[in-house]
């Protein structure tokens, strides 16, 4: 099992640009969440996605968005890019929210530069 | 407001010596908290969570409810436990909400 991965490792993008981020979680998890991690932060939670939909949400504008596909993979859009959205996205999946192990794993992230 | 506050972005020790890194949060509710860790060049793993109150590489934590406290401890420190070290507490709805870490150094 690779765990969850994340493609690409690295994007560099400019501004007013839109960018497309892809994760497959963990072999047995549905549920997948993404993270923006700035530089000396820690990570933010942008949304979760179960079952195809948006679960939660955090602070995020609606130039985020996401999506889920029937085989648990997610993705992650950002539209009109800005310079503060340079960061390190990460993604992490789990089981069903609720389950007794909702032990989240984390991908190693995709560096976004925008120039 | 749900928050986690992490006060030091650094702590720098000998080996040998005893470690605490503070975590306080801000929580209306029973808490679920959460020590993740980072090593060098490695992802973001889960160290321990204080419903299993485990021991996990000799790190224990404990919820102090009336201090609101989550602080993480180590009796004596090792060279390999040099990483970055994020407290987290995750709210009903399941979304993970992080400190901004700390940068545990131990040096020989």
């Known amino acids: 099992d690779a765990g969850v991965t994340q493609s690409p490792t690295h994007l560099i993008k400019t501004r007013g640009q839109q960018v497309t981020l892809r994760c497959s979680p963990k072999?047995?998890?549905?549920?997948v969440s993404w993270y923006q991690q700035a530089l000396g932060q820690g990570p933010q939670f942008i949304f979760q996605y179960y079952e195809e939909e948006e679960r939660q949400r955090g602070n995020f504008p609606d130039r985020f968005s996401g999506h889920q596909f029937p085989n648990y993979s997610s993705e992650l859009n950002v539209n009109a890019l800005l310079l503060g959205d340079s960061a390190l996205y990460l993604c992490a999946s789990s089981y069903t929210p609720g389950q007794a192990d909702e032990k989240l794993f984390f991908g190693s992230g995709t560096q976004l530069s925008v120039l | 407001a749900q928050r986690v506050t992490q006060p030091e972005k650094l702590l720098s020790v000998f080996k040998g010596a005893p470690v605490e890194l503070k975590c306080n949060y801000s929580y209306s509710g029973s808490p679920e908290l959460f020590w993740y860790v980072q090593y060098s060049r490695q992802r973001l793993q889960l160290l321990l969570r204080?419903?299993s109150r485990e021991s996990i590489k000799g790190f224990t934590a404990d919820l102090n409810k009336g201090e609101t406290s989550f602080h993480l401890k180590k009796p004596f420190a090792q060279e390999e436990d040099s990483a970055m070290y994020y407290c987290?507490?995750?709210?009903?709805?399941?979304?993970?909400?992080f400190g901004q870490g700390t940068e545990l150094s131990v040096k020989p």
């Open positions: 987290a507490l995750k709210n009903q709805g399941g979304k993970l909400i």
């Open positions: 204080h419903i």
């Open positions: 072999s047995g998890h549905d549920t």
